[in-house]
Protein backbone atom coordinates (compact mmCIF):
# COMPACT_ATOMS: atom_id res chain seq x y z
CA UNK A 1 0.00 0.00 0.00
CA UNK A 2 2.98 2.53 0.85
CA UNK A 3 4.34 1.84 -2.83
CA UNK A 4 1.05 2.29 -4.32
CA UNK A 5 0.67 6.10 -2.68
CA UNK A 6 4.40 7.33 -3.30
CA UNK A 7 3.43 5.88 -7.26
CA UNK A 8 0.55 8.22 -7.13
CA UNK A 9 2.89 10.67 -5.19
CA UNK A 10 5.65 10.25 -8.07
CA UNK A 11 2.82 10.69 -10.77
CA UNK A 12 2.38 14.54 -9.19
CA UNK A 13 6.15 15.43 -10.75
CA UNK A 14 4.43 15.27 -14.15
CA UNK A 15 2.18 18.79 -12.32
CA UNK A 16 5.90 20.42 -12.97
CA UNK A 17 6.28 21.98 -16.67
CA UNK A 18 9.95 22.30 -16.05
CA UNK A 19 10.29 18.22 -15.94
CA UNK A 20 10.32 16.27 -18.47
CA UNK A 21 6.75 14.25 -18.56
CA UNK A 22 8.31 10.50 -18.17
CA UNK A 23 10.26 11.59 -15.15
CA UNK A 24 7.00 11.13 -13.09
CA UNK A 25 5.97 7.91 -14.79
CA UNK A 26 9.25 6.61 -14.68
CA UNK A 27 9.62 7.10 -10.57
CA UNK A 28 5.93 5.78 -10.88
CA UNK A 29 6.73 2.77 -12.41
CA UNK A 30 9.49 2.18 -10.32
CA UNK A 31 7.77 2.64 -6.73
CA UNK A 32 5.14 -0.04 -8.68
CA UNK A 33 7.91 -2.63 -9.47
CA UNK A 34 9.14 -2.02 -5.88
CA UNK A 35 5.90 -3.11 -4.37
CA UNK A 36 5.06 -5.65 -6.56
CA UNK A 37 8.89 -7.48 -5.52
CA UNK A 38 7.84 -6.85 -1.93
CA UNK A 39 4.40 -8.30 -2.36
CA UNK A 40 6.17 -11.60 -3.72
CA UNK A 41 8.44 -11.64 -1.09
CA UNK A 42 5.91 -11.76 1.58
CA UNK A 43 4.21 -13.97 -0.10
CA UNK A 44 7.00 -16.34 -0.29
CA UNK A 45 8.03 -15.60 3.07
CA UNK A 46 4.54 -16.63 4.45
CA UNK A 47 4.70 -19.84 1.81
CA UNK A 48 7.94 -20.88 3.74
CA UNK A 49 6.03 -20.64 7.39
CA UNK A 50 3.39 -22.55 6.15
CA UNK A 51 5.57 -25.07 5.12
CA UNK A 52 7.79 -25.51 8.24
CA UNK A 53 4.46 -25.02 10.38
CA UNK A 54 3.00 -28.04 8.32
CA UNK A 55 6.39 -30.41 8.80
CA UNK A 56 5.41 -29.24 12.38
CA UNK A 57 2.02 -30.59 12.17
CA UNK A 58 2.90 -33.68 10.09
CA UNK A 59 5.88 -34.88 12.24
CA UNK A 60 5.13 -33.95 15.41
CA UNK A 61 1.32 -34.25 16.01
CA UNK A 62 1.05 -33.99 19.76
CA UNK A 63 3.55 -31.55 20.50
CA UNK A 64 2.27 -29.94 23.75
CA UNK A 65 4.23 -26.55 23.64
CA UNK A 66 3.00 -25.77 19.95
CA UNK A 67 3.88 -22.55 18.86
CA UNK A 68 1.60 -19.77 17.81
CA UNK A 69 2.27 -20.44 14.42
CA UNK A 70 1.52 -24.07 14.65
CA UNK A 71 -1.84 -23.11 15.94
CA UNK A 72 -2.44 -20.09 13.09
CA UNK A 73 -1.81 -22.96 10.77
CA UNK A 74 -3.63 -25.42 12.68
CA UNK A 75 -6.27 -23.09 12.65
CA UNK A 76 -5.90 -21.93 8.68
CA UNK A 77 -5.62 -25.24 7.74
CA UNK A 78 -9.41 -26.47 9.93
CA UNK A 79 -11.18 -23.83 8.74
CA UNK A 80 -14.82 -24.27 6.65
CA UNK A 81 -12.94 -22.97 3.54
CA UNK A 82 -10.15 -25.00 3.75
CA UNK A 83 -12.11 -27.87 4.00
CA UNK A 84 -14.56 -27.12 1.26
CA UNK A 85 -11.87 -26.70 -1.05
CA UNK A 86 -10.72 -30.32 -0.20
CA UNK A 87 -13.95 -31.43 -0.40
CA UNK A 88 -14.51 -29.84 -4.08
CA UNK A 89 -10.86 -31.90 -5.10
CA UNK A 90 -12.21 -34.69 -4.09
CA UNK A 91 -15.58 -34.48 -5.60
CA UNK A 92 -13.70 -33.71 -8.86
CA UNK A 93 -11.78 -36.94 -8.35
CA UNK A 94 -14.98 -38.56 -8.01
CA UNK A 95 -16.47 -37.10 -10.65
CA UNK A 96 -13.21 -38.19 -13.09
CA UNK A 97 -14.06 -41.74 -11.81
CA UNK A 98 -17.13 -41.96 -13.76
CA UNK A 99 -17.17 -44.69 -16.69
CA UNK A 100 -18.83 -42.41 -19.10
CA UNK A 101 -15.70 -40.11 -19.34
CA UNK A 102 -13.57 -40.28 -21.36
CA UNK A 103 -9.91 -41.27 -20.49
CA UNK A 104 -7.74 -37.83 -20.27
CA UNK A 105 -4.13 -37.37 -19.74
CA UNK A 106 -4.67 -37.17 -16.10
CA UNK A 107 -2.34 -39.49 -14.17
CA UNK A 108 -5.30 -40.85 -11.84
CA UNK A 109 -5.44 -44.43 -11.34
CA UNK A 110 -9.02 -44.87 -12.07
CA UNK A 111 -9.21 -48.44 -11.83
CA UNK A 112 -7.86 -48.82 -8.76
CA UNK A 113 -9.79 -45.38 -7.77
CA UNK A 114 -12.74 -46.82 -8.63
CA UNK A 115 -12.52 -50.07 -6.42
CA UNK A 116 -12.31 -47.26 -3.20
CA UNK A 117 -15.36 -45.27 -4.48
CA UNK A 118 -16.63 -45.70 -1.19
CA UNK A 119 -13.92 -44.50 1.01
CA UNK A 120 -13.57 -41.41 -1.54
CA UNK A 121 -17.03 -40.64 -0.73
CA UNK A 122 -16.50 -41.31 3.16
CA UNK A 123 -13.81 -38.67 2.49
CA UNK A 124 -15.42 -36.30 1.10
CA UNK A 125 -18.71 -36.75 3.88
CA UNK A 126 -16.26 -36.23 6.32
CA UNK A 127 -14.69 -33.11 5.30
CA UNK A 128 -18.06 -31.29 4.61
CA UNK A 129 -20.18 -32.34 7.92
CA UNK A 130 -19.52 -30.10 11.17
CA UNK A 131 -17.35 -32.37 13.04
CA UNK A 132 -13.77 -30.72 13.86
CA UNK A 133 -10.55 -32.14 12.20
CA UNK A 134 -7.36 -32.72 12.66
CA UNK A 135 -4.92 -29.99 10.90
CA UNK A 136 -2.91 -32.91 10.26
CA UNK A 137 -5.21 -35.24 8.84
CA UNK A 138 -5.73 -32.17 6.24
CA UNK A 139 -2.45 -32.15 5.35
CA UNK A 140 -2.29 -35.91 4.54
CA UNK A 141 -5.34 -35.36 2.80
CA UNK A 142 -3.72 -32.19 0.58
CA UNK A 143 -0.79 -34.82 0.27
CA UNK A 144 -3.12 -38.28 -0.67
CA UNK A 145 -4.99 -35.77 -3.90
CA UNK A 146 -2.04 -33.60 -4.82
CA UNK A 147 1.36 -35.33 -4.43
CA UNK A 148 1.90 -37.16 -7.70
CA UNK A 149 3.54 -40.19 -5.56
CA UNK A 150 0.73 -40.86 -3.48
CA UNK A 151 -1.04 -44.23 -4.71
CA UNK A 152 -4.06 -42.77 -6.30
CA UNK A 153 -1.00 -41.89 -9.12
CA UNK A 154 1.10 -44.30 -9.02
CA UNK A 155 2.04 -47.85 -7.99
CA UNK A 156 2.87 -48.81 -4.64
CA UNK A 157 1.47 -48.77 -1.21
CA UNK A 158 -2.22 -50.13 -1.32
CA UNK A 159 -4.79 -47.53 -2.32
CA UNK A 160 -7.34 -48.38 0.47
CA UNK A 161 -4.95 -48.91 3.27
CA UNK A 162 -3.40 -45.09 2.27
CA UNK A 163 -7.16 -43.92 2.19
CA UNK A 164 -8.13 -45.39 5.43
CA UNK A 165 -5.37 -43.73 7.03
CA UNK A 166 -6.33 -40.17 5.79
CA UNK A 167 -9.68 -40.32 6.61
CA UNK A 168 -8.54 -42.24 10.28
CA UNK A 169 -5.90 -39.25 10.09
CA UNK A 170 -8.74 -36.19 10.19
CA UNK A 171 -10.16 -37.46 13.78
CA UNK A 172 -8.60 -35.11 16.13
Not at 8 to 35: E, I
Not at 96 to 110: E, G, N, Q, T, Y
Request: proline residues 6%; positive net charge.
Amino acid sequence: MTFAGLAAAALLLDADPRLPWFAGVFSALLFVAAGGVRAWQGRRELNDVRRVADRLIVDKPRSRDASAVVRWRSEELTSRAARDSLRREVDRTLRSLDPARLPSASPLRRSAARGCESLLVLLADRLGDEQPVSARGVLLTQRFLRDPASPLYSEGLLLPRELSRVIGALEP
